[in-house]
T-cell receptor, first 109, second 110 residues
Framework: EDQVTQSPEALRLQEGESSSLNCSYT??????LFWYRQDPGKGPEFLFT???AGEEKEKERLKATLTKKESFLHITAPKPEDSATYLC??????????FGKGTRLSVIA | NAGVTQTPKFRVLKTGQSMTLLCAQD?????MYWYRQDPGMGLRLIHY???????AKGEVPDGYNVSRLKKQNFLLGLESAAPSQTSVYFC?????????FGSGTRLTVV
């Protein structure tokens, strides 16, 4: 059974204070690891897909990395508008995405 | 979210009542999904469909039924609502590898 564990559950940062979110996973044959951002009252919004260990992707202040057991979402010099819940999900084979419980990020000005 | 429309956006039901949630896509994607999201539980898959006329169970299917009579629409039904079904329901479509989600239906069962 595919499992995804995200940590921490909640993170509070000062504006400009860089940090990382963790997503550890257990799957039988990873076919993709996905990061989503979710704002309050809205549906999740796609950020990145990573397919193999060593892969990295960047978008503005966000950078996602992947190893064989976990993924990190690095946030560099965050701004208040980066406040959201960040969701990690995995896919193995042709099965639907399995999501973690998310990390709630608050960036304080 | 563009391309995936969920109706209604909010609903309050009494225990035992029935209702249908509608997910409509304006594209031509085969795969559609229904997830529920509860505080502290993350997104959990209820049912999904890999094409018109097909449905399959997800992680938490009990108490729900689905139908995909037309490719554009995926319906989620609650025959006899229970307070445990109070949740936010999200529909998603899959375009290649990327899931696009609707804006959600907030359902309260009292």
């Amino acid at each position: 059974e595919d499992q995804v564990t995200q940590s921490p559950e909640a993170l509070r940062l000062q504006e400009g204070e860089s940090s990382s979110l963790n997503c550890s996973y257990t799957v039988s044959g990873l076919r993709g690891l996905f990061w989503y951002r979710q704002d309050p009252g809205k549906g999740p919004e796609f950020l990145f897909t990573l397919y193999s260990a060593g892969e990295e992707k960047e978008k503005e202040r966000l950078k996602a990395t992947l190893t064989k057991k976990e993924s990190f979402l690095h946030i560099t010099a965050p701004k208040p508008e980066d406040s959201a819940t960040y969701l990690c999900a995995v896919r193995s084979g042709n099965t639907p995405l399995v999501f973690g419980k998310g990390t709630r990020l608050s960036v304080i000005a | 979210n563009a391309g995936v429309t969920q109706t209604p956006k909010f609903r309050v039901l009494k225990t035992g009542q029935s209702m249908t949630l509608l997910c409509a896509q304006d594209m031509n994607h085969e795969y559609m999904y229904w997830y529920r999201q509860d505080p502290g539980m993350g997104l959990r898959l209820i049912h999904y469909s890999v094409g018109e006329g097909t449905t399959a169970k997800g992680e938490v299917p009990d108490g729900y039924n689905v139908s995909r009579l037309k490719k554009q629409n995926f319906l989620l039904g609650l025959e006899s609502a229970a307070p445990s079904q109070t949740s936010v329901y999200f529909c998603a479509i899959k375009d290649l590898d990327i899931y696009t989600f609707g804006s959600g239906t907030r359902l309260t069962v009292v």
